[in-house]
């Protein structure tokens, strides 16, 4: 799959939009800024409520297409004592970055994930996450994140970009576990449902 190269076959940097990108739009019936996201499921290692070894990563709509996430840094997440692990960072930019699926009404997995590591990230740490979508191009949806230490004003620690891929809901039942998509699909909370699978066809 020639999307898997750095350059998609292009010559052109993987992360970068191509001329015929769209500035994103924010659905129109996407939350409200201000509003709390949610998990998309309650087992995820990123945001599930009820997933014991998770980030627990509670996700918050923003302004356009925009949402910030804040992330504390358990004894849990260590790579070095003391500190976070970088592939645990990069998680908690990767689930913020997949917040952004909310806002625009699809359903998108990460295609890549370009992680810059700026500074080392203590245990107890509060990391203040912020993501954007910055372009559309047919399945593809070009974003960017930051976390911050301590605040949404202070240095930041790590940042992202990323192409998120848009797919069918196909896409979990052909590779997931599709009984539990059926079990969701019948949840009474139609709220929940709405989230998870009313989305742009
Ligand atoms: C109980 C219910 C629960 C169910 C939940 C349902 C609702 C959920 C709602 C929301 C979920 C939010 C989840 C957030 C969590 C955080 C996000 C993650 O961590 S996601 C996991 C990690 N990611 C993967 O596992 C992807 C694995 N990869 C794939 O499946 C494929 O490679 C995929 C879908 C990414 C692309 O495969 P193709 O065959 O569909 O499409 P092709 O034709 O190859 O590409 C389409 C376009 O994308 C570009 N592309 C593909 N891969 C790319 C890449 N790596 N980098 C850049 N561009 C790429 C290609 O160049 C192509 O572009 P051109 O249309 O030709 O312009």
């Known amino acids: 799959m020639s999307g898997a190269t750095a350059s998609g076959g292009t010559g052109r940097p993987a992360l970068t939009p191509p001329p015929d990108a769209a ?91 370009e992680t810059d590591f700026v500074r080392p990230v203590p245990v107890g740490t509060t990391l203040h996450l912020a993501a954007r979508c910055t372009a559309v191009a047919g399945r593809k949806a070009y974003c960017t994140a930051e976390g911050r230490i301590g605040s949404p004003d202070g240095p930041v620690a790590v940042r992202a970009d990323a192409v998120f891929v848009e797919v069918k809901l196909e896409h979990f039942t052909k590779n997931g576990r599709p009984d539990e998509i059926k079990a969701a699909l019948a949840d009474p909370d139609q709220v929940k449902v709405a989230r998870a699978f009313e989305v742009n066809p």
């Open 23 to 113: 500035p994103p739009v924010r659905h129109p019936e996407a939350p409200a800024p201000g509003t709390l996201l949610g998990a998309h499921y309650d087992q995820c290692f990123g945001c599930g409520e009820t997933q014991p070894h998770g980030l627990h990563l509670a996700a918050r709509a923003g302004e356009g297409v925009t949402v910030t996430a804040e992330f504390t840094v358990q004894p849990a997440h260590q790579g070095a004592p003391g500190l976070a692990h970088g592939g645990v960072l990069a998680t908690a930019l990767d689930e913020t970055l997949g917040s952004l699926n909310w806002l625009l009404r699809i359903i998108a997995v990460t295609g890549r994930l």
